[in-house]
């Protein structure tokens, strides 16, 4: 009984609302257009679902933060990647050929021949390309420290200048006045350091106290000669596992010590511009070379990332959807609550336009609350994770792409609630005509 008495007591206030609407529409335009947003949201408030617009408000919060978020940190760290000194952007793959029992039983050929190199710089993953020469003679080096001294047998490589991550200006060979400049890993001095020196009670050693320390002599042997060169240690390589000399050290030792003739090379060192390019992976695999360190586990690693990152995203994206369903969902049921008075309101003479206002305004309000809370979170998780990418030199991007994304979804999702109330008010409309 009493909530007949409510829903008649609620008939007869909007009566009285209409008739007061119908003579101010006619007394005074202005004062009506106001008058009816006031009625409008009237109706509006007493069937409104909190807990439906407070469930899209939140589920459309968390997919907008997720995506622009996303979209910040991949314009944070575009610089890794884009930036060409960037240990993104590119690498050093040093391959060779599989070395299987067969070919070390019928002493096969594992060598590159000139085809295979030609076909690996095709790759659209591939930079450049380059060769490994090795010497074509014996090498015997005699390495003393404070008087004291060890010999042994040793091998030289070299390979193109601008693959090396050493320079100075003692990197050059003159033969009038022969003096061996060599690079070697850095792997040897932590070899030494952390391995050999401990077990033989030896003190460990700086880079530059080796460099100035230890005195290298080279006796090469071939072709019926034998000479001894002073060595001098440029510096230590992370890049290269070896021993490397000066190209040019390389041909004019050989043709003095060897028999002169040139060799394809037995490995080669790949500048690639995508590590993580799967790609690189299947073509070393599926042509049976093999890759010196952990090179294809670090450029699957950070595969792995840029997927972890396009998940991320889609989810985003996912939840955004699916928060755009709710907010339809609770206007179409307010719509339903409504669509007898609101077909009373459009009997009365006001257009589905005056009559849908109401319910777009609070569509806007509520997306442009959420842009703006959104962008708010998306700021203070920047500011947790940008001292990190800092301690790695990079100042991050700009924060313009990520608030238009913002701004475009939120717009496409307003769009779509906005396109969905007029079709629904039409409908009503189209009704009560």
Known sequence: MNKKNAIKRDE???????????????????????????????????HISKSQLIGFSLASLVGLTIVILAVQFHQDVRPLFNDEDSFLRKDYMIITREVSTAS??????????????DDIEKQSWCRQVGKFSSNDYSVEATISVSGQGMRTMMFFESLPDEFLDVSGREWKFNPNN??????????????????????QGLPQASEMAVSK??????????????????????????????????????????????????????????????????????????HGYQVAGDKMNQ????????????IVIVVGIIISVLAFF???????LLLQKNSKKLQDLLVLGYSPQQVSRTYINMVIYINCAVMVV??????LARTYYMPMLKAMDVNGGSI????????????????GNILAIKKKINSLWIQSA
Do not use: C
């Open 213 to 286: 320390a230890v005195k290298l002599e080279f006796t090469l042997r071939g072709n019926g000669r034998v000479q001894t060169f002073e060595g001098t240690l440029v510096g230590f390589s992370s890049r290269l596992n070896t021993i490397v000399v000066p190209e040019d050290f390389m041909k004019w030792s050989n043709e003095q010590f060897g028999s002169g003739a040139e060799h394809n090379p037995s490995r080669l060192i790949v500048e690639v511009n995508s590590p993580g390019d799967e790609r690189i992976a299947n073509y070393f695999a599926d």
């Open 178 to 199: 022969p003096k061996i400049p060599i690079i070697i890993s850095r792997d040897y001095l932590t070899l030494y350091n952390f391995g050999f020196a401990p077990s």
């Open 374 to 379: 959104a962008v708010l979170l998306m700021l």
């Open 104 to 117: 070390t039983v019928l002493q096969g050929n594992n060598e590159f021949a000139t085809n295979d190199i």
């Open 326 to 332: 709710i907010l339809m969902l609770s206007i179409f």
């Open 12 to 46: 007869a206030e909007l009566a009285q609302s209409l008739a007061s609407e119908s003579i101010l529409f006619k007394d005074n335009k202005t004062n009506a257009d106001y008058s009816s947003r006031v009625l409008m949201w009237k109706l509006l408030r007493k």
């Open 299 to 310: 450029s699957k690693a950070q595969g792995f990332l840029n997927i972890i990152v396009s």
């Open 400 to 415: 313009i792409i990520a608030l238009i994304v913002a701004v475009v979804i939120m717009a496409l999702i307003s769009l």
